[in-house]
């Protein structure tokens, strides 16, 4: 398991899991109460709109976008453990796929991401 690459999983999976599409703008009385009187026009900290109305941040939509490309087995397995709560036994009954097999999928989704954005990387330096 590849430490970097389990933590950005986590937080894409934090980001993704947020109820910002159903969340409720705070209202006015709660926004004088935190500020202690009237709030701030600033619209806090930017973020990037996903295409389905919430906001993420930069570092989950990379995240969101370099799924997209590797392959199809390696995102499943991103939904399945960061989105879905972990490892579990059931989980692996579903997949077919004994715990081993499942933690070396993981391991394996680690160095095709790691790959994957390492390469992007080293695109956008060259040009």
Do not use: N
Request: charged share 35%; aromatic share 10%; glycine share 8%.
């Amino acid at each position: 398991m590849i430490y970097e690459i389990d933590r950005l999983l986590q937080h894409w999976a934090e980001e993704f899991d947020r109820p910002g599409d159903t969340r409720q703008p705070p209202s006015m009385l709660a926004k004088a109460m935190e500020f202690g009187g009237v709030p701030p026009r600033a619209s806090g900290p930017k973020r990037s709109t996903t295409p389905f109305g919430g906001d993420l941040s930069d570092l989950a939509w990379d995240t969101e976008c370099a799924l997209k490309e590797i392959d199809e087995r390696h995102r499943m397995m991103a939904f399945e453990h960061y989105r879905d709560g972990g490892y579990s036994e059931a989980k692996c009954e579903r997949l077919g796929i004994a715990k081993r097999a499942y933690y070396k999928r993981i391991d394996s989704l680690h160095l095709a991401l790691q790959r994957y954005l390492t390469e992007q990387w080293q695109r956008k330096k060259r040009a």
